[in-house]
């Protein structure tokens, strides 16, 4: 699993037949601090997440199975991220 920061959407209204018509992000990959390596992906969203938000994802087979096995998918929003905290202290708190 991944973090990553939504930083917008992506409207494709032609896809594969077997992707879903789920919500594309735009998400902003984070490292293990919670700051951004500058890469960024689309991924399916499963769940519901907005701009701004910090998600999990799940990459490859994982992602795929999320709908199901013969899903064309690599990456998917699989949580909406409450808080992130570690000994060094809060990264990430919605409140």
């Known amino acids: 699993m ?9 409207v494709a209204t032609v896809r594969s037949k077997g992707l879903p018509h789920n919500s594309l992000l735009l998400v902003d990959m984070l490292d293990h601090e919670g700051n951004s390596t ?4 689309v991924a399916l969203d499963t769940i519901g997440a907005g701009e701004g938000e910090w998600v999990i994802l799940v990459r490859g087979s994982a992602a795929s199975r999320v709908c199901s096995p013969e899903t064309p998918l690599d990456l ?6 409450d808080q992130v905290s570690s000994r060094a202290g809060t990264m990430y ?3």
Request: proline share 0%; net charge positive.
């Open 2 to 10: 991944e973090l990553a920061r939504v930083v917008g959407q992506v």
């Open 38 to 41: 500058g890469r960024r992906e």
């Open 76 to 81: 998917a929003v699989v949580g909406i991220v």
């Open 93 to 95: 708190s919605k409140n």
